[in-house]
């Protein structure tokens, strides 16, 4: 008895101190609403709220039926990298910091996305400062 105690014990316990990732949802969805399978087919769509899912605790809004589907059938190809905050900011300094959802780039089969607003596009910069080395360092911070 005492055994089955400490099994329920460590597993409650773990379960609620796990992680799950930290998303950006302004606007209350991932990528601020936009439907992440169409970046990878290089057209940008906002979603629309009837096709919409809710994966890893978080929402996503999609532009039709079938890329809610591709989207079901494969989520973590599709989810943005770095829970869709700016990779620029997350390499640079490890920042969290929001997005333009309309600026972005697949590099590797993976989806990244980027601050642009008040003359600064982190876009240009991270291909400025060599995407590679960014890469790299956001992904260290990122597990941090």
Request: proline share 3%.
């Amino acid at each position: 008895m005492k055994n089955i105690l400490t099994l329920l014990f460590l597993i409650i316990s773990t379960s609620l101190i796990a992680q799950k990732t930290d998303y950006n949802t302004k606007k209350g969805y991932v990528a601020e609403g936009y439907d992440v399978v169409s970046y990878f087919k290089k057209i940008v769509k906002k979603g629309k709220n009837e096709f919409s899912t809710t994966y890893d605790g978080v929402k996503f809004k999609f532009s039709s039926e079938k890329n809610l589907v591709l989207f079901k059938e494969n989520p973590t190809k599709y989810v943005p990298q770095y829970g869709g905050y700016c990779a620029y900011a997350m390499g640079k300094k490890g920042e969290k910091v929001s997005i333009d959802p309309e600026t972005y780039e697949i590099r590797d089969g993976k989806l990244y996305l980027f601050y642009n607003s008040w003359g600064t596009n982190t876009f240009n910069l991270w291909l400025k400062e060599g995407p590679e080395k960014l890469k790299k360092k956001a992904d260290i911070n990122w597990g941090k």
